[in-house]
């Protein structure tokens, strides 16, 4: 007679690693719409407002072992539900910028996307961490489409100036070489870059606007103006359409 409680031990680790992957995939695919989104902006930017207020971004996923290494510091948890739940920067993506300006004007383009549920919002130029830390911080819900229904899935969206990036890569490292036991001589010493990379930020703010002004009292139009250019290719615009779109008759 054949046991039917028997499990094939091969059978349910594969069980096992399609469940997993699965898991993991969700969060590909939520950090993929979002870095889809930043692209439209940044092309955006730079065909119409001839400026580009995103420098770079760089996106993860947190590994498998992250992933429990962080529950453990947490707790535990008993499902993957449960850590979708309880682990909400398992996909993450970091987006730099010029800029203290850009970095709330992106934040209010992307909270104003209908699809882009944004869970919180936490400022931290305005109200700083201890060690001195800066960044704004949205934790957002993305919608996922997978084979057998939808996903709302965290993505964590950090969002920095070029100064406030070196200096928080310059404190991980800092803390990593000394295995998180850095000495107080050094942490003040850190506190006082970050309040120096910021005395920095706000000032190429104020060259920034100064120069705005500037190129707006002396801009004149020029040929280009009246051409369009998309994918790197210019189009003459008909004069016809030009009176079309200024109401012209």
């Known amino acids: 007679m054949i046991n039917n ?13 399609k469940t997993l992957t699965r898991f993991m ?9 979002v870095e889809t989104k930043i692209e439209i902006l940044q092309e955006e930017f730079q065909l119409l407002h001839d400026y580009n207020p995103i420098e770079h971004t760089k996106s993860r996923i947190k590994s498998p072992e992250s ?9 535990g948890a ?11 920067d398992i996909a993450g993506i970091r987006i730099t910028c010029s800029f203290i300006s850009d970095i709330y004007r992106i934040s209010d383009m992307l909270r ?20 001195g830390y800066k960044s704004l911080h949205l934790l957002v819900e993305v919608p996922v489409f997978m084979s057998d229904g939808e996903e709302l899935v965290c993505v964590e969206i950090q969002i920095r100036t070029i100064a406030m990036d070196f200096w928080a890569s310059l404190e991980h490292k800092i803390f ?29 703010e104020q060259l920034q606007q100064e120069m705005e ?14 051409q369009l250019l998309i ?10 359409l030009l009176k079309l779109l200024s109401g012209g008759e």
């Open 176 to 204: 990593y070489k000394y295995n998180e036991s850095v000495p107080d001589r050094l942490l003040e010493d850190l506190k006082n870059a970050a309040d120096t990379a910021y005395e920095l930020d706000l000032k190429m």
């Open 112 to 131: 104003a996307q209908k699809d882009l549920n944004i869970l919180s919002v936490k400022d931290y130029i305005k109200d700083p961490k201890p060690n």
């Open 25 to 33: 995939m969700m969060y590909k695919f939520a950090l993929h719409e």
């Open 231 to 240: 994918d790197n290719k210019k189009f003459n615009i008909p004069e016809n």
């Open 5 to 17: 409680s028997f499990v094939n031990p091969l059978e349910q680790m594969k069980t096992l690693q």
């Open 67 to 75: 992933i429990m290494k962080k529950l453990y510091r947490k707790g």
């Open 78 to 88: 008993t499902s993957l539900e449960d850590i979708k739940r309880n682990i909400q």
């Open 213 to 226: 002004e500037i190129k707006h009292a002396h801009q004149a139009e020029a040929a280009e103006e009246f």
